[in-house]
């Protein structure tokens, strides 16, 4: 481990070379290339750059902005503002919705032309361009009007003849499928929808320097650069550029007939004339020293987060697993070419292991809690393997990149088989079994294995399904590890998905955080994975039933194809699996724990038959509906272990 001495070595050999510290301070920006602009659901590299990613990591044009206050990004196109609301890296496409639309949708400003540089942007085939005419004499008929609250009509017809009525006339993108005709009165809700427009940068050439470990980079004028400390290993025609950075070279991209060649040019790299600081030596000096006292603050802050929180450091001493690189996670998800995946927690990508074993990558937004929900992930599922449960194979921690891989499931999550958008239809029987396995994946978690998991977020979007659907319970982030006898668990923050989090973790009045929390949330699934969740059974008299209750009254009925959703196909035989899945699952709802089966009994009760199950008391089902004293719930009389039924 380093020693306060080394650091303080280290500070007195800079400040006596502070005249290089230009330099150094031009190598930190060509550093910065490797982070990300994040910024709400905007996660992006090459060639986007703006935020913590300086100019010279991406194309001059492509500066994204991000506001924190609505963790919105927005690009600024011929002095247009958009906001971004996606960028498919797979297609390069981005779709863009105009700012200025929020505001009078009649003004002047509003319907100055969208126009893009044809060099760097392609409109999408699926959109349009339209020619609107605004604020137009009222006195005059119009076809396929629209009203303008700042007085005046305005019209979307084809003709170019209504520029002598109207004082403004501009050209706006749409849907390709948008009519005219038939859609005036809704062009204000359709341009603010957005559009996609497609990135022509070849980023071919800059795969090709990333590989060689170099950094992608632009000049104003927009030529592509590799950056690099050695290029020793080119051919010796190939001459560096006029300067250097502290060994860094950069030497122009020239893609061509389908091969990329590293070119040399007579001028001065790009980030030289950028960053390269001059005028008064003092003046330099006094910003270095900042510079330096700051890095003094930064490095010993860290060595006492760092003993405060050994747990990272010691990471390969807890778990059997490989640990990747970060050079190793580009090459397995070839320069993150496809993204397959996003979340809070980040960004899944496809890839490959050098034997060809396809997996997936879950790299990890930078995080504020010391990487406590990458410690949750990789502990708990190192400790497992079970048919069942995602099967772990290695993890990067490098400075702030985490990536965790683990086997590629081919069919994707669950919800999207059981979602109303739904393009595929599944059957009762094999939602049952997805569900006997999610049921069995749990009982391994809370009872077969050495060191108990309580997982805190089950949900249709953690179960994915392989071969066959086959399901398998994935994301630990949140997972929390117990002793085999504890059955109590203590929690400072609440966790989970709403919607799936149990009373108890909610609030203390119900009783307290256990294994139960998690069969509280597999019954909540499985009532979705039939459909009763989303059913709207609530009647004009009674706009706050809770909707077990209707669950239960369709029992009473016995009308449970009421409860059945869109998504599912069912025979006639297949009756006795949901009436099944809808009574598991009213137990696993229970407000109190005490009150809930444990994951041994629950795949007793979907094993058994069904003349054994009986409905859950429906007084019970009211306990969540409504605020309960403190004693409502008892506590559980004993610990779980490995034998409990109950």
Not at 111 to 134: A, G, I, M, R
Not at 516 to 526: E, L, N, W
Not at 568 to 576: A, L, P, S
Request: net charge neutral; hydrophobic share 35%; with cysteine.
């Amino acid at each position: 481990m380093d020693s306060p001495a080394l650091g303080f070595s280290t500070v007195i050999l800079v400040t006596i070379l502070f005249h290089n510290l230009p330099c150094a301070l031009s190598n930190l920006a060509l550093l910065s290339c490797d982070s990300v602009f994040d910024c709400g659901n905007v996660i992006e590299k090459f060639p986007f750059w703006g935020d913590n990613r300086g100019q010279p990591c991406g194309h001059p044009s492509l500066k994204l902005t991000c506001d924190r206050a609505s963790n919105k990004t927005s690009l600024n196109v011929s002095n247009v503002l958009f906001n971004v609301i996606h960028i498919d890296n797979t297609f390069k496409t981005l779709k863009l919705v105009r700012q200025d639309y929020s505001l009078s949708f009649c003004s002047v400003q509003s319907f100055t032309e969208t126009k893009f540089p044809t060099k760097l942007f392609e409109q999408s085939p699926d959109y349009k361009n339209l020619t609107v005419f605004s604020n137009c004499d009222p006195r005059f008929h119009y076809l396929e009007n629209f009203t303008c609250s700042e007085g005046g009509i305005g019209s979307v017809y084809h003709s170019e003849n209504y520029h002598w009525f109207c004082r403004t006339m501009s050209k706006v993108i749409v849907p390709a499928g948008f009519v005219p005709e038939k859609e005036a009165w809704n062009l204000e809700n359709v341009l603010r929808e957005g559009f996609e427009v497609k990135l022509k940068i070849n980023e071919r050439p800059c795969r090709k320097c990333l590989k060689t470990g170099g950094f992608c980079s632009f000049d104003k004028s927009a030529t592509q650069f590799c950056c690099k400390e050695d290029f020793s290993f080119y051919p010796n025609r190939l001459k560096e550029l006029s300067g250097t950075l502290l060994g860094m070279k950069c030497v122009e991209i020239v893609p061509s007939d389908g091969s990329v060649e590293f070119m040399s040019v007579d001028r001065t790299p790009p980030h030289r004339f950028e960053y390269v600081m001059t005028g008064n030596r003092a003046l330099v000096l006094s910003v270095c020293m900042g510079c330096l006292i700051v890095s003094m603050l930064i490095y010993f802050l860290n060595k006492i987060e760092a003993l405060k929180h050994p747990r990272i450091e010691n990471l390969e001493e807890l778990v059997l697993l490989k640990r990747y690189s970060y050079a190793e996670v580009k090459e397995i998800t070839n320069l993150f070419a496809q993204e397959i995946g996003r979340g809070g927690f980040g960004i899944v990508y496809g890839g490959n292991l050098s034997d060809g074993l396809k997996v997936a990558v879950k790299v990890l937004k930078e995080s504020k809690k010391n990487g406590e929900d990458f410690i949750n992930e990789v502990a708990s599922m190192s400790r497992t393997s079970y048919v069942h449960i995602v099967s772990l194979l290695g993890f990067c921690y490098e400075g702030s990149k985490r990536a965790i891989i683990y086997e590629f499931v081919e069919n994707g999550s669950l919800d999207k088989f059981i979602s109303s958008e739904a393009s595929l239809r599944i059957d009762l029987r094999k939602l049952y079994e997805i569900a006997l396995g999610v049921a069995r994946g749990l009982h391994y978690l809370h009872y077969a294995c050495k060191t108990r998991i309580v997982h805190f977020d089950i949900k249709p979007q953690n179960i994915l399904l392989g071969k066959d659907l086959c399901p398998k319970i994935s994301d630990f982030r949140l997972a929390r590890l117990c002793g085999s006898k504890e059955s109590i668990l203590w929690m400072s923050e609440t966790k989970g998905t709403i919607g799936y989090i149990a009373p108890e973790v909610f609030s203390r009045m119900y009783g307290r955080v256990s294994h139960k929390s998690d069969v509280y949330s597999y019954g909540m699934m499985v009532l979705e994975m039939i459909g009763a969740r989303k059913r709207n059974h609530v009647s004009d008299n009674n706009s706050s039933m809770y909707f077990p209750d209707w669950i239960y009254k369709d029992l009473e009925k016995k009308d449970c194809k009421m409860l059945l959703g869109d998504h599912i196909t069912e025979e006639d035989e297949d009756e006795e699996f949901m009436k099944k899945m809808v009574l598991v699952g009213l137990s696993c709802i229970q407000a109190c724990p005490s009150d809930r089966p444990s994951m041994n009994r629950v795949v007793e009760m979907m094993e058994g038959s069904l003349s054994s199950l009986e409905a859950p008391p429906k007084y019970l089902l009211h306990l969540s509906a409504s605020p309960m004293p403190p004693s409502s719930c008892p506590e559980e009389a004993t610990p779980i272990t490995s034998e409990e039924s109950a």
